[in-house]
Nanobody, 126 residues
């Protein structure tokens, strides 16, 4: 059974840090670009970051650039999102997703993803 499970979401104060993890089971991430998305209440889902199959290319939304870092550990079949200097506007459910690709150095932060996790809640509040 193919599964993509996020973890690490919790309540954190503004200015704090969190690291989200996304572990895949039932398939190997070696052949997938990975994206992180988020959806705040009453808002559309938005792309936050993505990392290419090779790990050599990363992209970030302007709103998180310089604060968030995406990484992948194919040996552990896991992808991470390190989030620093968190702001209340970062509050959302965060999802990871995998996109099958033959392009090792490309990733996108919009549609076309094949597998999605169930999401993990991040709340930034004092």
């Amino acid at each position: 059974q193919l599964q993509f499970v996020e973890s690490g979401g919790t309540l954190v104060q503004p200015g704090g840090s969190l690291r989200l993890s996304c572990a895949a089971s039932g398939f190997t991430l070696d052949y997938y670009a990975i994206g992180w998305f988020r959806q705040a209440p009453g808002k559309a889902r938005e792309g936050v970051s993505c990392i290419s199959l090779s790990g050599g290319i990363t992209n970030y939304a302007d709103s998180v650039k310089g604060r968030f870092t995406i990484s992948r550990d194919n040996a552990k079949n896991t992808v991470y999102l390190q989030m620093n200097s968190l702001k209340p506007e970062d509050t959302a459910v965060y999802y990871c997703a995998a996109q099958s690709t033959t392009y090792p150095d490309m990733c996108v932060m919009y549609g076309g993803y094949d597998y999605w996790g169930q999401g993990t809640q991040v709340t930034v509040s004092s």
